[in-house]
Every structure is written in C-alpha cells, then in structure tokens.
C-alpha cells in the first residue's frame, strides 16, 4: 500500500528545503576551474560572506561581492529587511550548482531576498587575466 503525504510548502521553507536554480547559460565546459576551486575561492575570502552580515549599503535593496571573475548578488524587497538566509543561500548555490555540477552559477530566492552566483568573465576562467596578451592567474590551482 502507497501512502502519499502532502507537504506544505511553508514547512519545506521552513526545513530548509529550498533549492537553487543552476544557471545552464554559464556552462563549464572544462574542468578548470573545478567547483572546488570555486567554491574554495570565495569560501576562503575572508570577505567572502561579510555582506551576509553588514554589507548592504544604507537605504538599499542591492549589493554585490567580486571574487576573480565570480560576483555574487543579493536583492532584498525591502531596505529594512535584514537578509535571513544569506550565508545558507551562498553555499546552496555553490554546493548544489557549482561544486557538483559543470555551471559557473546559480540563484536562490523566496519572497523577500535572493542570491545569484556568475561570472563575469564567462565564458573565460573567471581566475585570469588577460593584460597586454600577457596573462596571470589569481591562483596557483586555477591555471
């Protein structure tokens, strides 16, 4: 006999069951930088999560944080908002999308904020630079 349980939705937010949405546009068609990498990359800035904390300007309902080629973005619907799943939001998106997954990037939203990961240098390693035909890396490991 198979029993079927409805789940509100409100009780999976609740749970912290919501998932980010890979962004297919930011493939990775190589393995460098690996999703590790990535991931490593921000989760080792140590400014990397400040604006989780106090990082919107005044008055504001957006923000953003580069590291390499990697921005990551917040929106909030209301200056006042105090951002409730940010930290949570960052590493879903990193853990569901970038380190398992071949994409650069993803959001992550509910009614009040949201959080998105890309590159900006896409489709081109986001950890180097190209200067005068001369390039160099922010990173050993991501040549």
Known sequence: M??????????LYVYGAIAADCDSTQFRS???PSGADINAAILNDPHALDICSNGFPPNSTK????????VITF?????HITPKNCKEAIKDILNQCIVPGE?????WSTREESYSIHNQR????????????IFFSLGANFV
């Open 2 to 11: 198979l029993l079927k349980v409805a789940i509100p939705l409100s009780l």
């Open 30 to 32: 190589d393995s460098k």
């Open 63 to 70: 923000a953003s944080s580069t590291h390499g080629g990697m």
């Open 75 to 79: 929106s909030r619907t209301n200056a």
């Open 103 to 107: 994409y650069y990037g993803g959001s």
């Open 122 to 133: 896409y489709p081109n390693n986001p950890f180097i630079h190209f200067q005068n035909k």
